[in-house]
């Protein structure tokens, strides 16, 4: 098996490395990808290369996938509108504050803005 010793200040890589683009005059047709890990194994070094192909969908796109996005998109957008509206800032902090410590509570401010909209979005659309 190949060892990768990276320069000095590289201690590790991570992620994609390369990407298959749109455009065919500036990509790549496979991607690159990195992964580490540390974990208590034998082996405290696990870095591993990936190849894989460039992928095209076959099926088309179902009424469900569409339903999903748009929700995405519509919450997304009003988490974003939420988190800079001045007026629901201050009584938003004090509940994420009141909630944040409870067994099944949010962690992080947009996981509960998140929730917020995602709830007000599933009532308004009887999802």
Known sequence: MAKVIYSAGID???????????????????M?????????????????????KKVERSTLVTT????????FGAVSAAV???????????????????QKDQPNGKKTMLSFLWKLELEAYDAEHNV
């Open 12 to 30: 590790s890589v991570s992620g994609a490395l390369s990407k298959p683009g749109k455009n065919p005059q500036h990509s790549c047709n496979k």
């Open 32 to 52: 690159l990808l990195g992964t580490h890990r540390t974990a208590a194994t034998t082996n405290p070094n696990c870095n591993r290369l990936f190849l894989r």
């Open 64 to 71: 469900n996938e569409v339903r999903q996005r748009s929700r």
């Open 80 to 98: 974003a509108a939420r988190s800079k509206d001045l007026s629901k800032m201050s009584a938003d902090q004090m509940a994420f504050a009141a």
